[in-house]
């Protein structure tokens, strides 16, 4: 457990740490399992691997929650009665690491030299690949095997040994322990996809534990004694390196193709025929399902889909029902098999049967006709299909159009690619069991078409007509007193320690600054604080402070320097504070429960804790789609799949704005896969595989759950940055979607663009002209720059009205 002392425990803290350790095992589960565990009770184990002592709760940056302690597996263990043996072991492993790590800072030193990038920015989110070491291990009756992997924002993962690929060290020590232990099971604490192949055809109990926020150590102890049963299911395929998918570009510096188009994560597997180690949609528990199709009906558009669910094993559990759909591709192509709607069941006893029923928004499954530039249902026949993975599945109905329907008619906006989408060389076969299935009739009358009105009807406040134009350049740019290597990061706020930012105040005006902070996995601000009269001040935040170490020698003193400051200002008469923010599950895991009712719980949580901290929007959730397991930001995001990504978003999102005056802020709009030069790279992807995967998820967060906010991403979009493209900001996230909230966007910073780089910064004057209220964090080159604009007529006086009355009904 890593802690240091502090104030007693709050009660909120404890309550928090219990409705997390009771759900939290539901975002775990297992890739295989025999009948070895759970354990009879605690016992003496042999403990081994780089997240034994060294266990994550979450990734590394705007993803990283500065809580009281957390529960590492060493602690978690002990904690639940379990001795140690290998405590050595553990030991020689730590000081095998430490040596690594020297070497390591070094060349990322030397790597941001080259870049042109300054140090600081250039480390954050470097994975640092596990060290090769030899270290005897112990025979004995029962192993844990705790291998972590760490994710981090700035920086994409690799296909190297000790990231994406094991090293030979714990290939060989994995394999050794399954034959000296008679009861052997390996643990996965990490963010995202490692290539398994090397041991799974060995290992008979693979737990994917995922990184469980503060109480991850506590929630395996559960899993080993039988206490909680792990009911997740995979929201990402899993497949070996050399079988991943590489139509598509990824983490180049400029210009980044998509050309797999709508063929993402088992869209594309299901299509080039590749099987994978463990499929999307897959998770064991303690105890085996059978699910058999029911009954469906259909009602304004909504399809509902019953199972009966039986459970065939001998321990209590939940079971996923997870509905696909197959939609013609006679005209234009589709992917073999769809998400189309989920739902958890309750807890169901041994030999119990119950039935339950998912509905399948007709919406979500649409196919996206750039002919037509409309939402359409293909004519033809449309096969449901249930299952408990996107592999197992049995028909449970058909739907049967004569011709196109169409749900929403829309116009195309988003520019064009240099290249065709892929598209797979097979069609689609229609399974031998949709013979006798059920057909039900689906013709334009049973939903009614959309035909959008682009029209901006906005009003603009009465307090904000009366405003002069600098007030409203001020308004328009995130507060930007702080400025430096703070604000690049996200630590501007002044009001509450370690927050990410603020907008303006004008208390003549009776406007409040908006106080906001980052996330998803809870909320990220500093532990210490202190205050006096003249307000508050940070004793240094963790994430910062870390980060020095790359930093240039005189520049490693400014951690020392900040917190002797507080400390003189704490002895001239201030007081010393303390803020714990509780770590959730981070974003896949949350996915992985496939449990919309955990994920509002979590957005509780971190609701009421804004309460209590005085933070009024959260930078969370992030919501991209896991384009490519590469992507180093995955492990903040839910899902390959929009459908998965869009309901958790939605359920965190109300489980947040339950809190009167507490808003969330879905990000990052839009197609923001890579890390690498993310402010100014360059995403080329086709109309269609836009809407259909990288926006969908989107579309459903703001229909199910009315966000206050959206942030726009760094990237560009077909060679316009998504912050100055009034198409996605105004036209699809308003008139399509609905969105009225307002928008702000990413943390523009500079000297983060690599050298030599083909795009430039976005420009604050056409940002909001796209309709975005804030500029982040601000600047003062950015307020002149909107005033010049103003005067320049590049920027309307009446669209900076629209965006601050945006803003300011969030401060009333």
């Keep these: 457990m890593k802690r240091r002392t502090f104030m007693k425990i709050t009660e909120y803290e404890k309550r928090h740490l219990r409705e997390l350790r009771s759900g939290a095992a539901g975002c775990a589960l297992f890739l295989k399992r025999n009948s070895d565990f759970p354990l009879d ?38 904690r639940a009665g379990f001795t140690i043996a290998t405590k050595d072991w553990l030991d020689k492993y730590d000081a095998a690491k430490k040596e690594k790590h020297a070497s390591f800072v070094k060349s990322v030193k030397t790597e941001a030299a080259k870049s042109g990038m300054n140090p600081i920015q250039y480390s954050m989110g470097k994975i640092e690949p596990e060290p090769e070491y030899d270290i005897l291990t112990e025979s004995g009756e029962v192993a844990v095997y705790v291998l972590s992997r760490v994710c981090g924002e700035g920086s994409d993962r690799k296909g190297i040994r000790g990231d994406i690929l094991l090293t030979k060290t714990e290939i060989s020590d994995i394999l050794q322990l399954k034959a000296d232990y008679r009861r052997f099971i390996l643990v996965l604490n990490v963010g995202g996809p490692v290539d398994l192949s090397p041991v799974v055809n060995v290992v008979d109990n693979i737990l994917l534990l995922s990184q469980l926020g503060a109480v991850t150590g506590v929630v395996l102890a559960d899993i080993l004694l039988g206490k909680a049963d792990p009911s997740g299911k995979l929201s990402t395929t899993w497949v070996s390196w050399n079988d991943h998918e590489i139509v598509g570009d990824f983490e180049e510096k400029n210009d980044t193709r998509y050309r797999e188009g709508i063929y993402v994560g088992y869209r594309y597997y299901d299509a080039a025929g590749v099987k994978p180690l463990f499929p999307f949609g897959f998770g064991k528990s303690y105890t085996d399902f059978e699910v058999t199709p029911q ?22 559990g939940r079971e996923v029902v997870e509905v696909y759909a197959s939609l013609p591709d006679d005209r234009i192509d589709t992917p073999r098999k769809v998400l189309a709607g989920f739902v958890k069941s309750k807890t169901i006893e041994p030999g119990e049967e119950v039935t339950v029923s998912a509905d399948v928004d007709l919406r979500d499954i649409t196919v996206y006709d750039e002919a037509g530039a409309a939402y359409i249902i293909p004519a033809g026949d449309t096969v449901i299909s249930v299952g408990d993975s996107s592999k197992d599945t049995r028909t449970a109905c058909i739907l049967r159009a004569s011709e196109d329907v169409k749900v929403k008619q829309v116009r195309n906006s988003l520019g064009e690619t240099d290249f065709k989408d892929y598209t797979p060389d097979d069609r689609r076969v229609i399974p031998q069991d949709a013979v006798n299935a059920k057909v039900i009739g689906l013709s334009q009358t049973d939903i009614d078409c959309l035909d959008v009105n682009y029209d901006e009807t906005d009003r603009v406040d009465p307090v904000v007509s009366e405003m002069s134009d600098e007030e409203l350049a001020m308004l328009s740019v995130g507060a930007f007193q702080n400025g430096g290597i703070a604000s690049t990061i996200g630590l501007a706020g002044t009001r509450v320690p370690g927050s990410a930012g603020e907008s303006y105040e004008d208390r003549k005006k009776g406007i409040r600054a908006l106080v906001m902070a980052d996330g998803p996995a809870g909320l990220r601000l500093d532990r210490e604080y202190g205050e006096d009269k003249k307000g508050r001040y940070s004793y240094g935040n963790p994430m910062l402070n870390s980060l020095f170490e790359y930093s240039p020698k005189l520049v490693k003193l400014w951690p020392t320097i900040q917190r002797k400051l507080a400390e003189r200002r704490t002895a001239k008469g201030g007081r010393k504070k303390y803020q714990f923010a509780t770590a959730i599950p981070i974003g896949t895991a949350l996915a992985q429960s496939w449990d919309r009712d955990f994920a509002e719980q979590c957005g509780d949580i971190v609701g009421e804790e804004m309460e209590i901290f005085g933070v009024d929007i959260w930078l969370a959730p992030a919501m991209n789609i896991h384009r490519s397991i590469r992507c180093g930001r995955n492990f903040e995001y839910y899902s390959e799949d929009p459908l998965i990504s869009g309901h958790m978003a939605a359920s965190i999102t109300k489980g947040v704005q339950k809190h009167p005056g507490r808003y969330t802020t879905i990000k990052h709009f839009a197609a923001n896969n890579q890390e690498r030069n993310r402010m100014v790279s360059n995403s080329c992807v086709s109309e269609r595989a836009l809407r259909e995967i990288y926006l969908r998820g989107f579309e459903i967060a703001v229909r199910e759950s009315h966000p206050g906010f959206v942030m726009s991403s760094y990237n560009l979009i077909n060679g316009v940055h998504s912050s100055e493209r009034r198409d996605l900001m105004t036209d699809i996230l308003r008139s399509e979607f609905g969105f ?63 965006n601050v009355s945006r803003l300011i009904k969030f401060t009333k």
């Design 41 to 78: 009770g605690p016992c003496e184990i042999g403990l081994y691997g780089s997240g034994a002592r060294q266990t994550l709760k979450g990734g590394t940056g705007s993803g990283e929650v500065n809580s009281r302690f957390y529960y590492t597996a060493e602690r978690g263990l002990e």
């Design 295 to 316: 009954d469906a009906s259909l009602l304004d558009g909504i399809l509902t889909v019953s199972a009966k669910v039986k459970n065939t094993g001998s321990f209590a």
């Design 740 to 802: 009225d909230g307002a928008l702000m966007t990413d943390w523009i910073a500079p000297m983060m663009a690599e050298k030599g780089s083909k795009w430039a910064y976005p420009s604050p004057v056409k940002v909001a002209a796209s309709g975005t209220s804030l500029f982040m964090p601000g600047s003062l080159h950015d307020y002149q720059e909107i005033l010049k604009g103003l005067e320049q007529k590049n920027i309307t006086r009446h669209q900076l009205e629209i």
